[in-house]
């Protein structure tokens, strides 16, 4: 089995910066993309950001120029680094790996639980 633990999140206010992490533990042969998700309230889930093995990386418009994803392939660990939040930014946000768990296996995906961002104005 894989875990996916994240960490991080809290009440900020706008302009505020926070650091999620996310560490994955457990049956891991290898990762590959990583993610951060989020949903808002009465929204869908929505991708922030995603990360490959090999470090490139995508952002949705919203969050370009304002949140860097990065990874330490050492630890099995994800960070999303918010800078100049809006209350906009207020979600749950999830963790989403692409893990295998043996070099015989196809990539599955995981969750984490999520945490919950809250940013006031």
């Known amino acids: 089995q894989v875990q996916l633990v994240e960490s991080g999140g809290g009440l900020v206010q706008a302009g505020g910066s926070l650091r999620l992490s996310c560490a994955a533990s457990?049956?891991?042969?290898?990762?590959?993309?990583m993610a951060w998700y989020r949903q808002a309230p009465g929204k869908q889930r929505e991708l922030v950001a995603v990360?490959?093995?090999?470090?490139?990386?995508n952002y949705a418009d919203s969050v370009k120029g304002r949140f860097t994803i990065s990874r330490d392939n050492a630890k099995n660990t994800v960070y999303l680094q918010m800078n100049s939040l809006k209350p906009e930014d207020t979600a749950v946000y999830y963790c989403?790996?692409?893990?295998?768990?043996?070099?015989?296996?196809?990539?599955?995906?995981?969750w984490g639980q999520g945490t919950q961002v809250t940013v006031s104005s």
């Open positions: 989403n790996a692409d893990v295998r768990t043996d070099g015989r296996r196809l990539y599955r995906s995981y």
């Open positions: 990360i490959s093995s090999g470090g490139t990386t």
């Open positions: 457990g049956s891991i042969f290898s990762i590959n993309a």
